[in-house]
């Protein structure tokens, strides 16, 4: 699959000359799934294939037509073009050369012909829609997220996750168009090569972990001392105060291969109390530089949340009218980036609430070494700290595998009455189910647009339970710039701010009314009632 995206990517630079930059850790598995979107009825809420964009740049900036926010990210642009060059000369996904009406003009290719530079359904090179080949693409509707999709169809797109540095929130991603980035700032080549540094496998669904490393959750003694008959060695044991148990990293033999090791541990010891220590991702991104002076004006909840994300940069003026409590779980300090702050700043809303002071607990998981960050281990010790200081609800946009461990830390908070939101994810609509928001008992949220349609790459499932604008929204990054910004991640924290503002603590009654209340408030979209695109419905200010 690689070398069918490099040859693709390679004939579109002789074609278009674009310049696309990737930001969406897909597992290995699930980058080829789905195929095209042209049977589903334009299911993924409005994409503009066949809309003929002919009305200019109505809001002056020179990305196209009707582009909410002018952010140009992914399928949100309901004029069609995505050509941040000026006016509409990518017509409607027609590829470079001129617009030539809709649909095949001279110069731009046939939206269906399969002309190289510009079509829309077959995969050539330079300007597929619905192929996730690399060049000049849309990226798929369906296909999961296979490397190749930058909307902006040459230019720098800004998009960007957290690329390792202390201060990512401004940094223009415009590096070497031949180079693919994951949310980490990293070619697909570096990271496997740091991977093989840092001793981090992938497991049998391309889910990344720490090799001869498992998690497990209250093993008795007798287990303990059968697993050390055979081989396996403790590297930490933590009591949990919240989760209640015990949370214990395990190292296998060395002569012993980890799926080996894995069963070993789960025919001595409960299967679902089990997992290989997997490294979870922020859940992907895109952003760019906004053009607007401040945020729209928004209102504190008033309430107690939780985060587990990256860290936060604390010290920025957005964040004065709050309370802060941070702290870090894979290093002895948190390290503000983008994520983190960005999705802080949409919980934490721009002013006071006069009803109440708003208090943010943060949890950095990714600050520190490069090969435990994001581990289930620290996501697990960060559920239990923030269990702990009594918030009611915890939002975590994270994305990765079904993790056995993980999944019963969660789910003993739950049964608290502690209510978990998390983004629905970033894969694409033909992509497997992320965890932990398509655990039944956490809050799946997706993300729509400006008129309410699905973000082109949100992952679709029974596992969706509400929509919110996560689509050119306005946060901050890590140094306080303002940015468009575009994800599931930015609309899983509406949710959550919403579902806090109706709780004081914890209290599983009070968490199941919460959500009824919300499913009944939503705004129905999609299909009449309750659906995988759209889940519920639209939360938000103005649905």
Same mark, same amino acid.
């Given at each position: 699959?690689?070398?069918?995206i490099?040859?693709a990517?390679?004939?579109?630079?002789?074609?278009v *000359?674009?310049?696309?930059?990737?930001?969406?850790?897909?597992? &290995?598995a699930?980058?080829d799934?789905?195929?095209?979107?042209?049977d589903?009825?334009?299911?993924?809420g409005?994409?503009?294939?066949?809309?003929d964009?002919?009305?200019?740049?109505?809001?002056?900036?020179?990305?196209?037509?009707?582009?909410?926010?002018?952010?140009?990210?992914?399928?949100?642009?309901?004029?069609?073009?995505?050509?941040?060059?000026g006016?509409?000369?990518a017509?409607?996904?027609d590829?470079?050369g001129?617009?030539?009406?809709d649909?095949g003009?001279?110069?731009?290719g046939d939206d269906?012909?399969?002309? $190289? *530079? *510009?079509?829309?359904?077959?995969?050539a090179?330079?300007?597929d829609?619905?192929?996730?080949?690399?060049?000049?693409?849309d990226g798929?509707?369906?296909?999961?997220?296979?490397?190749?999709g930058?909307d902006?169809?040459? *230019?720098?797109d800004?998009?960007?996750?957290d690329r390792?540095?202390?201060d990512?929130?401004?940094?223009?991603?415009?590096?070497?168009?031949?180079?693919?980035?994951l949310t980490?700032?990293? !070619?697909e080549a570096?990271? $496997?090569?740091?991977?093989?540094?840092?001793?981090i496998d992938?497991?049998?669904d391309g889910?990344r972990?720490?090799?001869?490393?498992f998690?497990? &959750?209250?093993?008795?003694?007798g287990?303990l001392a059968?697993?050390?008959t055979g081989?396996?060695?403790v590297?930490?044991?933590t009591r949990?105060?919240?989760v209640?148990?015990t949370l214990?990293?395990?190292?296998?033999? $060395?002569?012993m291969?980890d799926?080996?090791?894995?069963d070993?541990?789960?025919?001595?010891?409960?299967?679902?109390?089990?997992?290989y %220590?997997h490294?979870?991702d922020?859940?992907?991104?895109q952003?760019k530089r906004s053009k607007?002076?401040?945020?729209p004006?928004?209102?504190?909840?008033?309430?107690q949340?939780g985060?587990?994300? !990256?860290g936060?940069a604390t010290?920025l003026?957005?964040? @004065?009218h709050? !309370?802060?409590?941070?702290?870090?779980? %894979?290093?002895?300090?948190?390290?503000?980036?983008?994520?983190?702050?960005?999705? $802080?700043?949409?919980?934490?809303?721009? @002013?006071a609430?006069?009803?109440?002071?708003?208090k943010?607990? =943060?949890?950095?998981?990714f600050?520190g070494? #490069?090969?435990?960050?994001?581990?289930?281990l620290a996501?697990i @010790?960060?559920?239990?700290w923030?269990a702990?200081?009594g =918030?009611?609800?915890?939002?975590?946009?994270?994305?990765?595998p079904?993790?056995?461990?993980?999944?019963?830390?969660?789910?003993r908070?739950?049964?608290?009455?502690?209510?978990?939101?998390?983004?629905?994810?970033?894969?694409?609509?033909?992509?497997?189910?992320?965890?932990?928001?398509?655990?039944? %008992?956490?809050?799946g949220?997706?993300?729509?647009?400006?008129?309410n349609r699905?973000? #082109?790459?949100?992952?679709?499932g029974?596992?969706?339970?509400f929509?919110a #604008?996560?689509?050119?929204?306005?946060?901050?990054?890590?140094?306080?710039?303002? #940015?468009?910004?575009?994800? !599931?991640?930015f609309?899983?924290p509406?949710?959550?701010?919403?579902l +806090?503002s109706q709780?004081?603590k914890?209290d599983p009654?009070?968490a199941?009314?919460?959500?009824?209340a919300?499913?009944?408030?939503a705004r129905?979209?999609?299909a009449?009632?309750?659906d995988?695109?759209?889940? +519920?419905g639209?939360v938000?200010a103005?649905?």
């Amino acid at each position: 699959m690689q070398i069918r995206i490099i040859v693709a990517y390679l004939l579109m630079l002789g074609m278009v *000359g674009g310049t696309i930059i990737m930001a969406w850790p897909v597992p &290995l598995a699930a980058q080829d799934a789905g195929g095209d979107d042209d049977d589903d009825d334009d299911d993924d809420g409005g994409d503009p294939d066949d809309q003929d964009p002919g009305e200019g740049d109505p809001d002056g900036d020179d990305l196209g037509d009707d582009d909410p926010g002018g952010d140009d990210l992914g399928d949100d642009d309901p004029g069609g073009d995505d050509d941040p060059g000026g006016g509409d000369d990518a017509g409607d996904d027609d590829g470079a050369g001129g617009d030539g009406g809709d649909d095949g003009g001279a110069g731009g290719g046939d939206d269906d012909d399969g002309a $190289a *530079g *510009g079509n829309d359904d077959d995969g050539a090179a330079g300007g597929d829609d619905d192929d996730g080949a690399a060049g000049g693409n849309d990226g798929d509707d369906d296909d999961g997220g296979t490397a190749g999709g930058d909307d902006d169809g040459g *230019g720098n797109d800004d998009i960007t996750d957290d690329r390792g540095d202390t201060d990512d929130g401004g940094d223009d991603l415009d590096d070497d168009p031949g180079q693919w980035l994951l949310t980490s700032g990293e !070619t697909e080549a570096e990271r $496997a090569a740091l991977d093989e540094r840092d001793r981090i496998d992938t497991d049998g669904d391309g889910f990344r972990y720490r090799r001869g490393e498992f998690i497990a &959750l209250d093993l008795t003694s007798g287990d303990l001392a059968e697993l050390k008959t055979g081989g396996f060695t403790v590297v930490e044991s933590t009591r949990l105060a919240s989760v209640d148990g015990t949370l214990l990293l395990l190292r296998g033999p $060395a002569q012993m291969s980890d799926q080996a090791a894995l069963d070993a541990l789960e025919a001595i010891a409960d299967p679902d109390t089990i997992g290989y %220590n997997h490294l979870f991702d922020s859940s992907a991104v895109q952003t760019k530089r906004s053009k607007q002076g401040s945020p729209p004006q928004r209102i504190a909840c008033g309430c107690q949340i939780g985060l587990i994300d !990256t860290g936060i940069a604390t010290d920025l003026a957005y964040f @004065k009218h709050v !309370t802060l409590s941070q702290r870090a779980f %894979n290093s002895k300090a948190a390290e503000p980036r983008l994520h983190g702050t960005a999705v $802080a700043h949409l919980m934490a809303g721009t @002013k006071a609430n006069p009803a109440a002071r708003t208090k943010l607990f =943060v949890a950095d998981i990714f600050a520190g070494p #490069r090969e435990t960050a994001g581990s289930s281990l620290a996501l697990i @010790k960060a559920l239990d700290w923030l269990a702990a200081q009594g =918030v009611p609800v915890i939002n975590i946009s994270l994305s990765g595998p079904r993790n056995p461990t993980v999944a019963g830390a969660i789910a003993r908070i739950n049964k608290r009455g502690h209510v978990i939101v998390a983004a629905a994810g970033n894969d694409g609509p033909a992509a497997p189910p992320v965890f932990p928001g398509a655990y039944d %008992n956490v809050v799946g949220v997706t993300a729509v647009d400006a008129q309410n349609r699905v973000y #082109r790459y949100a992952n679709r499932g029974e596992h969706v339970d509400f929509s919110a #604008r996560g689509v050119a929204v306005a946060a901050i990054d890590a140094k306080g710039l303002l #940015r468009d910004a575009t994800g !599931t991640s930015f609309a899983a924290p509406v949710v959550a701010a919403r579902l +806090a503002s109706q709780m004081t603590k914890p209290d599983p009654a009070a968490a199941r009314r919460v959500i009824r209340a919300l499913e009944t408030e939503a705004r129905d979209l999609g299909a009449r009632g309750r659906d995988p695109i759209y889940g +519920a419905g639209l939360v938000g200010a103005d649905q």
